[in-house]
């Protein structure tokens, strides 16, 4: 539409309106925002991924209690030290479990930790 109001304003039939943009070039300053703005979002992204590991041992210490399962258990003879050792290290390993593979997934995509 220009294109055609200017070849009637300058009376060249043959004018050609081009119009190119080059972006600016990223700056340093919006690199490192945009690093520290992943860094964030991985964060919450692993911060929300643990946050699911209470939720798990909460959902088992529940359908522990409705089904009086420890009550079972210690009836039928087995001791109570035995009960919450094995309860304390099935919760630790599963908190180990993911713990090593987030810090292996650190170390294999080669995310720079830094301490603010």
């Known amino acids: 539409?220009?294109?055609s109001v200017?070849?009637?304003?300058?009376?060249?039939?043959?004018?050609?309106?081009r119009v190119s943009t080059h972006p600016f070039p990223?700056?340093?300053?919006?690199?490192?925002?945009?690093?520290s703005a992943s860094g964030f979002f991985i964060v919450f992204?692993?911060?929300?991924?643990?946050?699911?590991i209470p939720a798990s041992v909460v959902s088992f210490i529940v359908?522990?209690?409705?089904?009086?399962?420890?009550?079972?258990q210690l009836v039928s003879g087995m001791s109570l030290s035995a009960y919450w050792i094995s309860n304390i290290v099935f919760d630790i390993v599963k908190s180990i479990i993911p713990s090593a593979i987030v810090i292996g997934l650190i170390y294999a995509f080669?995310?720079?930790v830094r301490i603010i």
């Open 6 to 17: 200017l070849k009637v304003a300058t009376g060249n039939p043959n004018f050609k309106l």
């Open 63 to 72: 359908n522990e209690k409705e089904k009086s399962l420890k009550h079972m």
């Open 1 to 3: 539409m220009y294109e």
């Open 110 to 112: 080669e995310l720079e």
């Open 26 to 35: 990223i700056t340093e300053m919006l690199r490192q925002r945009a690093k």
């Open 45 to 52: 992204v692993v911060a929300i991924g643990f946050a699911m």
